[in-house]
Structure formats: structure tokens, C-alpha cells
């Protein structure tokens, strides 16, 4: 593997895990986050709010100067807001759907411009399992991430005649601080036993995946070894939404 990776969302969790991945794959990162915390061998890091279409197109500019020609973009950043739709607030739900849609159309935008005067590039979406499964108290991730999830199948479509392949890794639940912030005093034991009375199966392998597991999906759907692949989406769940 080589070339240039632009990975929004790396200042953790999944986004750090899949940055740090692409490094080690040799790769060249550029590594977004809104306070440029991603710094390592191989990763460059840049501030920048993925909600603020003309700072994305500066970094994206930035990082072709600088580094070369992006390959592949990997949309990571996302955020979490909880609680019942009653109680929800209007600014928390333009909030999840800046970040975690707004931000994936302003990247893939961008990057997309490019790639395809190039004729070649990948593009990963990590949306989530919930988008694909009602959940209580979490109807605007779960939205915001279908949203999400629909537009990065529908660029794959547009872009599919330039050769740039669009697929989406969907995690469900995953040691990150985002997944830590539900845990109750039993730790991740509730989420992998699950939880009936809200009507959420738990995870039948046992476990709570690690960061790496999700960016090993991502690296696999951004290399040439799924050259045939796009518009998929690829559970990474332990089984959780029991999907066929």
C-alpha cells in the first residue's frame, strides 16, 4: 500500500485507530480533527471543523500541495446526542446531522472533485450499525448515520465510471469514549448482554470490538484487495443487528 490518505475524525477512537492503521499500511496521513491532536510517524495533522465547508476545501487544498494527491478518504468524524425525540433539542439534532452527514458530504465533495479528474481513488464511510436498526433515545445518530450511509452508496453510483470506489463500514458498538459515555457501572457487560425492555439485541460473539477491528475494515475496503467492490456496506458487529 502507498499513496495519500485523508482520514477526518483522528484525533480518536475509530478516527485514531484508522489513521495510525493507514500509517503502518505506509501510507502518508493527513489526519483531521478539529484541534489537530493526531501528530505520529507518517501522520500530519490538521485542525479543522468538518461542518465548515470552506475550511475542508482549504485542508483538501493543503494537503494536495503538500503531500500529493489524496487516494483514499476515509469519513470517520461523528458525534453522539442522546435522549427520547420528545425531549430532544432542535440544536442537537442540526448538530449530529452537521457533523455526522454535513461532514461526510463536505469531505466526499471535495476529495470526490479531484479523484475524479484523476480517475481513481476509494472513499469509506464509517456510518454505523444503527443505521440500520431503530434504537430508542438515539433517532437522530441513527438518522443522521442512514443519511450518511445513502449518500455515500449514491456518490459510489456517480463516481463508479471513474473507477473511484465509495463503500461504508458500519460498527456497532466499539471501545471508544463515544461507546464508554452509555456504559452503566457494569461496563460494556450490559451491551453485550443486551437490553430487552429497549428492544436491543446484544452482540452474539461475546464481545465489544476493538478500535482496530473497524480500521482493519476500512483499510481492506480502501485497498486494492476489494478493487471489485463499492456501494457495499460492511456490518462489523459481532452480529449484533442479526443481519443475514
Known amino acids: 500500500m502507498s499513496g495519500i490518505a485523508l482520514v477526518t475524525g483522528a484525533g480518536q477512537g475509530i478516527g485514531h485507530a484508522v489513521a495510525m492503521a493507514f500509517a503502518a499500511g505506509g501510507y502518508r496521513v493527513a489526519a483531521i480533527d478539529l484541534d489537530a491532536?493526531?501528530?505520529?510517524?507518517?501522520?500530519?495533522?490538521?485542525?479543522a471543523d468538518v461542518t465548515d465547508p470552506r475550511r475542508v476545501e482549504e485542508v483538501v487544498d493543503t494537503v494536495e500541495r503538500d503531500l500529493g494527491p489524496i487516494e483514499v478518504l476515509a469519513n470517520v468524524a461523528g458525534i453522539l446526542r442522546t435522549g427520547t425525540v420528545a425531549d430532544f433539542s432542535d440544536q442537537d439534532w442540526a448538530d449530529t446531522f452537521a457533523v455526522n452527514a454535513g461532514g461526510v458530504f463536505h469531505a466526499s465533495r471535495a476529495v470526490a472533485r479531484r479523484m475524479t479528474e484523476r480517475r481513481r481513488g476509494a472513499i469509506v464511510t464509517?456510518?454505523?450499525?444503527?443505521?440500520?436498526i431503530p434504537r430508542a433515545g438515539m433517532?437522530?445518530?441513527a438518522a443522521s448515520k442512514a443519511a450518511a450511509t445513502l449518500f455515500t452508496?449514491?456518490?459510489?453510483?456517480?463516481?463508479?465510471?471513474?473507477?473511484?470506489?465509495?463503500?461504508?463500514?458500519a460498527p456497532g458498538s466499539t471501545d471508544t469514549p463515544m461507546q464508554r459515555q452509555l456504559?452503566?457501572?457494569?461496563?460494556?457487560?450490559?451491551?453485550?448482554a443486551g437490553d430487552s425492555s429497549a428492544f436491543r439485541t446484544g452482540i452474539p460473539l461475546g464481545r465489544i470490538a476493538e478500535p482496530e477491528d473497524i480500521a482493519d475494515a476500512v483499510l481492506f475496503l480502501a485497498s486494492d484487495r476489494a478493487r471489485h467492490i463499492t456501494m457495499h456496506d460492511l456490518y462489523v458487529d459481532g452480529?449484533?443487528?442479526?443481519?443475514?
Do not use: F, Q
Request: proline share 4%; hydrophobic share 40%.
Open 126 to 132: 464509517v456510518s454505523s450499525n444503527a443505521a440500520g
Open 183 to 192: 456504559w452503566t457501572s457494569d461496563g460494556p457487560s450490559a451491551v453485550i
Open 239 to 244: 452480529g449484533a443487528t442479526l443481519r443475514a
Open 139 to 141: 433517532a437522530a445518530y
Open 37 to 47: 491532536k493526531c501528530e505520529h510517524d507518517g501522520i500530519t495533522a490538521y485542525a
Open 153 to 169: 452508496k449514491s456518490l459510489g453510483l456517480e463516481l463508479a465510471p471513474y473507477g473511484i470506489r465509495c463503500n461504508v463500514v
